[in-house]
Each structure stands twice: as structure tokens, then as C-alpha cells.
């Protein structure tokens, strides 16, 4: 499994983006697709996922504010969105994408997303 995410850039607070990520290869292997984000000097972690079936998980400090979906047919999953609303700086990160499924995790190469103040 291929990951392309694309969709990062400069934003300041209170702005929006929305990042995109489409999976190639084997997609009928992937159960969940997600984004994940690492600050400078911080641990990578879990913003949002999408499972197959639809099912969504957020990070606390991201719900209400973030949605991540996907544009695939039912009972797939191989391109997702993060649309990311009310930015503020401590969002920004390098966003990555992850996919996971058949035991194996496939990450995309990663995207900028910086708010400003």
C-alpha cells in the first residue's frame, strides 16, 4: 500500500484546511485509514481515523474542531480527508498519514500544516 497525502500549507488562527490521502496498491487489505501529527520536539500521536465501516475516533483536543472522512464506496476505505476548522498554532505539526490493515501499518510521507498566531 501506497499513501499520497497532499493538502498542508500556512494558515493563521481561526483558519481552515483540509489535507487528502489516497491509498494505492492494496486497498481491500486496509481496515483504517487516519492522520496522525508530530510537533517539533513532541511525540508523534493520533488526531483522527475512519474505519471501513465509517466509524470515527478523534483526538480530545481536536474534536469539534477537525472531521476526517472518506470518498470511497461502502465497506472500503482508500482515500480519506481531515478537514481542519478553527486552527490555532498549537496545531501546527507535520501531519501524517496512516493506514493499517492484514497486520501491517503504511505511513505516507508527511505534510506541513503551520497556524499562525
Known amino acids: 500500500v501506497q499513501l499520497q497525502a497532499s493538502g498542508g500549507g500556512l494558515v493563521q488562527a481561526g483558519g481552515s484546511l483540509r489535507l487528502s490521502c489516497v491509498a494505492s496498491?492494496?486497498?481491500?487489505?486496509?481496515?483504517?485509514m487516519g492522520w496522525y501529527r508530530q510537533a517539533p520536539g513532541k511525540q508523534r500521536e493520533l488526531v483522527g481515523s475512519?474505519?471501513?465501516?465509517?466509524?470515527?475516533?478523534?483526538?480530545d483536543s481536536v474534536k469539534g474542531r477537525f472531521t476526517i472522512s472518506r470518498d470511497n464506496a461502502k465497506n472500503t476505505v482508500s482515500t480519506v480527508y481531515l478537514q481542519m476548522n478553527s486552527l490555532k498554532p498549537e496545531d501546527t505539526a507535520v501531519y501524517y498519514c496512516?493506514?493499517?490493515?492484514?497486520?501491517?501499518?503504511?505511513w505516507g510521507q508527511g505534510t506541513l500544516v503551520t497556524v499562525s498566531s
Open positions: 475512519i474505519t471501513r465501516g465509517g466509524s470515527t475516533n478523534y483526538a
Open positions: 496498491g492494496s486497498i481491500f487489505s486496509i481496515n483504517v
Open positions: 496512516n493506514a493499517y490493515g492484514s497486520g501491517y501499518a503504511y
